[in-house]
């Protein structure tokens, strides 16, 4: 195929759509100039294109499903005369699901085109699990979600997943110690076999960022840390607005700086008995931090050698991007004592300290992300969008 121009009239009727589209979906919104229904007066208006060229495109688009004739105003039908035409964007045209996939659980979030959740559904997992029922339990998960949803399977624009793990822009899932049998694994490749629509896979930790940056902690800040906390914390980052996941997907294992100085493993930081803890096991965790605000002075002295390795782990990352933000999650977020002392000692170590503020999102957070990654992909092909926060290089 030649190189498209700006004279080519299939590229020219690709942005009109767009930008009419785009007016449509954005008029529902409060700050919107537009009435929630606009007319084709108003999209001429705010679209600056032609009439006629504006008539053609929202015939086209009520064609094809995404845009709808909307009942006259009231106001409009006590008047004589034939009232205006109004039009909506569809937002129940397609939909779009968020799917987490962790330890000890399986999260599905799904929503309309316009990202307001509809419905949530979770499965529980074993640790142990290995990769085979881990994935049979994200289509149940998934299957019971579409069931009391209502939506058919053939209704799905796009899924977004996220697992821990260094994940490759196919989806496969390139080193992840967390899960059984999941280093290599095609984990975008079996999922697409389920559906009939793109399937995108993220790092648990990026999805929390995006999902942060979107509708949590991080909404006014484009230079953002989110930091999963756990025994391996990861990280996922935002620079300037956008997704950095680095040259090979690793960007944020900050879990890693350990190996640096060859220090005790995360699992040795946190045990009060000598034995290492299983790094899945956050009943156990929970029990040392509950020990040591009790007084117990060996569950008091392994919480301080977590703090500092966290703090060491943060700070390194810190001190390489700068953010204006570092939001905390994961389990981490949930015990007592943790987000003072990361404040104390950033302060101390870094340059320019950050903010430090918990996750507004808790435990939705990485398939809130997840169902941001499918809304990005969507907004892409229906708005030409040329860049998302998760667009990827």
């Known amino acids: 195929m030649g190189r498209l121009t700006g004279g080519d009239p299939s590229l020219l009727r690709r942005i009109n759509s767009a930008v009419v589209l785009h007016a449509l979906r954005t008029a529902a919104s409060p700050a919107s100039p537009l009435a929630a229904a606009p007319t084709l007066t108003d999209l001429v208006k705010v679209t600056g294109l032609s009439r006629p060229t504006v008539e053609g495109v929202v015939e086209g688009l009520m064609e094809s499903g995404l845009v709808v004739e909307a009942p006259a105003e009231d106001g409009e039908a006590r008047r004589q005369g034939r009232p205006a035409r109004r039009f909506r964007f569809r937002v129940e045209a397609g939909h779009l699901l968020g799917i987490e996939i962790g330890p000890h659980r399986i999260a599905a979030l799904m929503a309309d085109l316009s990202g307001r959740v509809m419905g949530s559904a979770s499965v529980d997992v074993a640790e142990t699990a290995p990769a085979d029922e881990r994935l049979d339990r994200v289509r149940e998960?998934?299957?019971?979600?579409?069931?009391?949803?209502?939506?058919?399977?053939?209704?799905?624009?796009a899924v977004g997943v996220a697992t821990p793990g260094i994940v490759e822009a196919d989806g496969t899932v390139r080193l992840g110690t967390a899960l059984p049998g999941w280093t290599g694994l095609p984990l975008g490749e079996r999922l697409?076999?389920?559906?009939?629509?793109?399937?995108?896979?993220?790092?648990?930790?990026?999805?929390?960022?995006?999902?942060?940056?979107?509708?949590?902690?991080?909404?006014?800040?484009?230079?953002?840390?989110?930091?999963?906390?756990?025994?391996?914390?990861?990280?996922?980052?935002?620079?300037?607005?956008?997704?950095?996941?680095?040259?090979?997907?690793?960007?944020?294992?900050?879990?890693a700086l350990h190996l640096l100085g060859r220090e005790a493993t995360p699992e040795e930081v946190l045990s009060t008995t000598g034995e290492p803890l299983h790094p899945l096991d956050e009943a156990q965790v929970a029990q040392v931090f509950a020990l040591a605000r009790e007084g117990d002075e060996r569950a008091a002295?392994?919480?301080?050698?977590?703090?500092?390795?966290?703090?060491?782990?943060?700070?390194?990352?810190?001190?390489?991007?700068?953010?204006?933000?570092?939001?905390?999650?994961?389990?981490?977020?949930?015990?007592?004592?943790?987000?003072?002392?990361?404040?104390?000692?950033?302060?101390?170590?870094?340059?320019?300290?950050?903010?430090?503020?918990?996750?507004?999102?808790?435990?939705?957070?990485?398939?809130?992300?997840?169902?941001?990654?499918?809304?990005?992909?969507?907004?892409?092909?229906?708005?030409?969008?040329?860049?998302?926060?998760?667009?990827?290089?």
């Not at 990026?206 to 756990?230: C, I, P, Y």
């Not at 990861?234 to 607005?241: C, D, K, T, V």
């Open 301 to 393: 002295a392994a919480v301080q050698r977590f703090m500092r390795r966290l703090v060491h782990d943060v700070a390194a990352l810190v001190l390489a991007l700068d953010p204006e933000l570092v939001v905390v999650g994961g389990w981490a977020a949930g015990l007592s004592g943790v987000l003072e002392p990361l404040r104390t000692e950033l302060a101390r170590y870094c340059l320019r300290p950050p903010q430090v503020v918990q996750s507004m999102l808790g435990e939705a957070a990485v398939a809130t992300g997840a169902l941001r990654l499918a809304l990005d992909h969507v907004e892409k092909q229906l708005f030409a969008v040329e860049s998302t926060v998760t667009a990827r290089r």
């Open 192 to 255: 697409r076999r389920s559906f009939r629509c793109p399937v995108l896979v993220e790092n648990d930790a990026n999805a929390a960022a995006v999902a942060e940056h979107w509708k949590g902690a991080a909404t006014g800040s484009d230079d953002v840390v989110f930091v999963l906390a756990g025994l391996s914390p990861g990280a996922g980052s935002l620079i300037g607005g956008r997704l950095h996941r680095g040259f090979g997907g690793a960007a944020g294992e900050i879990g």
């Open 141 to 157: 998960a998934v299957a019971d979600l579409l069931a009391r949803s209502g939506v058919p399977r053939s209704g799905l624009r």
